[in-house]
């Protein structure tokens, strides 16, 4: 750790020249700086030395003002005129004995700071890379990028003592189709990924272990390879296109699908598993809930239409499942449908962030019976929520927020807060919220899993722009008041599993488990 007291209020310096272009991310972040009682912004700084951008041919910046007139409608713009006015306010600092001095320094224009400007933050300068360069939209036009499980984002730091940049933090998201929706969209992510990494630093939990950056960034596609670039756009367009137009006529593919196994969870292998009874509809997200000596498995089925979904449940006898009834339906989408028992009391608490809040439901008469019991976090975005009470007493709750402006993402954040019981009724967020940053184990794929005093979660891992591609263990190794520590166990993807494109979802009980595949 780099220290055992706190800073206080960070004292930040923008590292900003006057006519450097401001983009939507970067006028979010000073947005979320300017109100955040941590942050104190100093002044702005002219950076001496210059940010190498690489240029796109004429030809790749024709095609991406194309996919921006196609595309363009899915994002939205961030107004800039309160970032404009931060920067406007901010006095202008020299780098002269006079000059204050600051904790740090954030890069966000065209220029660094020079060797003799290090000096003046204690803990140097840092900036953001994507995948190893500057511009997002630009290093996702190549194909090793594309061919990439995600693109990376780099907090970069350099000191006066270090010149040479190492990685302070980095998470991976998952690719949008084409460059200039993902571009839009890591941009987007990376203020999160920023604001986190600073809290830690207040807080002096940054690490101080370090690792080199990336040598080389994916190189922009040459004069023929841009044609390969315009292919992959129109056939992910195409693609999306079909997928409207099939789900107008009702002929979606139902494509999750269930199967189980027995065992210890912690050494299955999916390609022995036995694939459970199909419906006529989707079977997704499943939860394995045992009652009375008999096992039941709640899941979320979806017609082919791709209406709103709702929860249905089966018995399971053996290795396969009896006929299924509907459990929950309401005039939202309902899908991860997380049921538990407190006392005599049996709990459901189903995704319903279509209904812009986390809600919990009471079994009347378990199965197929349910009323709506307690509610919290109303007008927030909540997907693949799970709660628990510790040996302790302590209820606690994981749920995958969505904190965003133009795109609305449940894969990349992790939130944690306790809470006093299925009630709802005080809800405390952790101080390391978000505990869990990146697309490829953040998003909760199950219920926690208790097993001699351990303590796992189920996580996607949206890899290679599948969402759903695979499927983590992680182990909870610290969780108290101030700290979340968890690390990986085991990975699953569909090379586990011969013929699937995806597996996303675990639920264990005794020596059961079931999870959801997709593919054939």
Request: aromatic residues 10%.
């Amino acid at each position: 750790m780099i220290g055992k007291a706190k800073l206080g209020r960070l004292r930040l310096l923008i590292v900003q020249g006057a006519h450097d272009p401001i983009a939507d991310w970067q006028a979010m972040l000073l947005d979320r700086l300017t109100s955040d009682p941590k942050i104190e912004l100093v002044g702005v700084l002219d950076g001496q030395k210059a940010r190498i951008l690489p240029s796109a041919s004429l030809l790749l910046r024709a095609i991406l003002i194309v996919e921006r007139w196609i595309v363009g409608r899915q994002i939205l713009p961030y107004e800039k005129i309160g970032a404009r006015s931060v920067l406007a306010r901010l006095p202008r600092i020299h780098n002269t004995p006079e000059a204050p001095k600051v904790d740090l320094a954030l890069v966000l224009g065209t220029r660094n700071l020079a060797v003799e400007q290090l000096e003046l933050a204690r803990h140097g300068e840092w900036s953001v890379s994507f995948s190893g360069a500057q511009q997002a939209t630009h290093v996702a036009t190549s194909a090793k990028q594309r061919a990439a499980p995600g693109m990376s984002v780099q907090i970069l730091r350099r000191t006066a003592e270090a010149t040479e940049p190492t990685v302070v933090r980095t998470a991976q998201y998952n690719q949008k189709p084409g460059a200039v929706l993902t571009g839009a969209f890591v941009e987007e992510k990376s203020v999160l990924l920023v604001l986190r990494a600073l809290h830690d630093l207040v807080e002096m939990r940054a690490q101080s272990v370090m690792m080199p950056p990336p040598l080389n960034a994916p190189k922009l596609p040459r004069f023929f390879e841009v044609f390969g670039y315009a292919a992959y756009f129109g056939k992910a367009l195409a693609k999306k296109l079909r997928e409207k137009w099939c789900a107008r006529r009702g002929r979606l593919k139902a494509f999750w699908q269930l199967a189980t196994g027995t065992g210890d969870f912690l050494n299955f292998e999916p390609r022995f598993a036995v694939k459970l009874p199909s419906r006529s509809h989707t079977m997704a997200d499943p939860f394995l809930f045992e009652k009375d000596g008999k096992k039941w498995v709640f899941y979320e089925a979806l017609n082919a239409d791709g209406s709103d979904g709702w929860i249905e449940v089966a018995e399971l006898d053996g290795d396969t499942l009896k006929s299924s009834s509907t459990a929950l339906k309401c005039p939202y989408h309902l899908s991860f449908p997380f049921v538990f028992q407190d006392g005599d009391d049996i709990f459901m608490l189903p995704e319903t962030n279509q209904s812009r809040r986390l809600e919990v439901w009471r079994a009347t008469n378990f199965p197929t019976a349910w009323e709506l019991h307690a509610k919290a976090f109303e007008g927030q975005y909540l997907a693949e929520s799970t709660l628990w009470r510790s040996k302790a007493g302590q209820w606690w709750l994981l749920t995958n927020l969505s904190d965003h402006h133009a795109f609305q993402d449940h894969s990349s954040e992790l939130y944690l807060f306790t809470l006093d019981g299925p009630g709802l009724g005080s809800i405390t967020p952790h101080p390391g919220n978000p505990v869990a940053i990146g697309a490829d184990h953040a998003r909760n794929a199950g219920a926690l899993i208790h097993q001699n005093g351990r303590l796992f979660r189920p996580s996607q891992n949206n890899s290679y722009g599948v969402y759903g591609y695979g499927l983590n263990l992680m182990e909870i190794t610290q969780l108290d008041a101030i700290t979340f520590e968890e690390t990986i166990v085991r990975r699953w993807t569909p090379h586990d599993r011969p013929g699937i494109n995806g597996i996303h979802h675990l639920s264990a009980a005794g020596d059961r488990y079931v999870f959801d595949w997709s593919g054939t």
